[in-house]
Each structure stands twice: as C-alpha cells, then as structure tokens.
C-alpha cells in the first residue's frame, strides 16, 4: 500500500494491510479503517499536486482521529501537529475528532512534505493490564487537504 500523491481533492483512508503505507514511519499495520501511531512521535512524508489551477492562499489540512485512551486510567492525549516543521496546531484529544487545521498552501512542496504528530502521552496497553505492547498515541483513520471552506 502506498501513500500516493495528496491533491486538494482527495482523501488518504485506510483498509488493512501487511505493513504501513510507504512514507508512514512509526505506524502499525493498518486496521479495519484506521491506522495506529507506534511511538510518542510519528511521521507522515508525501507528495502535494494543487493541479492546474493556483492552489489558494489557504488550505485545511483535516486530520479522522482519535487518541489511545483506557477508561479510568487516561482521559485523552495532547497531540501536537508540524507540517514541514511549522507547528500548524495542538489539542486534547478525549474522542474522535475531525481536526481542521488552516494551513499557508505555501508550504506544502510537490515532492516531499512531512507531516509530524507527537503525541507525549503515548501509552502501552500493557501498561494497563493488556498482551498488547505497543506504545499507542493515535488512532488516525483520514488525512485530507481541500479548498478552505468559509
């Protein structure tokens, strides 16, 4: 499975798969509609195509997700979100949420972009009692860029 190219007209999902798409770096293997983050810190490189028209001065960069959480023992997470090492947004985490982050549609490059999500409070469900031991931050189920909306 690979990452492909992000326009302003298409969405990034996932189906399960052997391994993370190409570009993903501390991901598991995609689930049933999503993808988990592996690590307190993940990274996602692709390539942007605005087509033929100028890309607008703005876009939204919309971010499917929810945060690793046990009920009782974590509310949430805080993730924080760089795009070609600008910080373009920060928020608590306690459900799903679609995160729409207004973005300058000049730093995005046609070749490599490289979207980083720290999530600091990344936990095992080991630590709570579970066989699973990988450290979780997200639960990351789309990625999409388009035209801002009013």
Known sequence: MSFGVLTLDNVMSFTPGLKAPNGFKNFSRPEEGFIWSTAKSCEISFPFDPGAAPPPAFCDLILDLDAFKVDGETEGQTIKVFLNG?????????????????????????????????????????????????????????????????
């Open 86 to 150: 600008l910080r373009i947004g920060a928020r608590f985490v306690d459900q799903r949420v679609t995160a729409t982050l207004k973005i300058r549609s000049h730093i995005l490059t046609r070749v490599d972009n490289l979207l980083v999500i720290d999530t600091p409070e990344a936990h095992s469900p080991s630590d709570f009692g579970d066989a699973d031991k990988r450290t979780l931050g997200i639960k990351l189920f789309s990625i999409r860029l388009r035209r801002p909306t009013q």
